[in-house]
């Protein structure tokens, strides 16, 4: 079983700057693959971008694209979203996920979820 504890949300005005951490433990090693989800007011919960824990491989929305990155830190076991050129339409909550497989935006893959951080863009 894995473990993951978001952290990093809050409240920031239009064309501001987050970062968000995603800690994981537990039976990392079954891990392949970290992905940030979001959930948007009134809307379903969306892929945002994704990285494979043995290698540099990421991918993005498009929505985020050019604004948002993913990076991890294997040492700390540790997978951040850095999120530039924040927009009101970023407002949401945002969860890390992961699984055992390749890397996907679908939702359903997912084996582990965390308790989401809120981030809030006016």
């Known amino acids: 079983h894995v473990q993951l504890v978001e952290s990093g949300g809050g409240s920031v005005q239009n064309g501001g700057s987050l970062r968000l951490s995603c800690a994981a433990s537990?039976?990392?090693?079954?891990?392949?693959?970290m992905a940030w989800f979001r959930q948007r007011p009134g809307k379903e919960r969306e892929g945002v971008a994704t990285?494979?824990?043995?290698?540099?491989?990421?991918y993005y929305a498009d929505s985020v694209k050019g604004r948002f990155t993913i990076s991890q830190d294997n040492a700390k076991n540790t997978v951040y979203l850095q999120m530039n050129s924040l927009k009101p339409e970023d407002t949401a909550m945002y969860y890390c996920?992961?699984?055992?497989?390749?890397?996907?935006?679908?939702?359903?893959?997912?084996?582990?979820w965390g308790q989401g951080t809120q981030v809030t863009v006016s």
């Open positions: 996920a992961a699984r055992g497989g390749y890397c996907s935006l679908g939702i359903g893959l997912y084996n582990y």
């Open positions: 537990g039976s990392k090693y079954s891990v392949k693959c």
């Open positions: 990285i494979y824990t043995g290698g540099t491989g990421t």
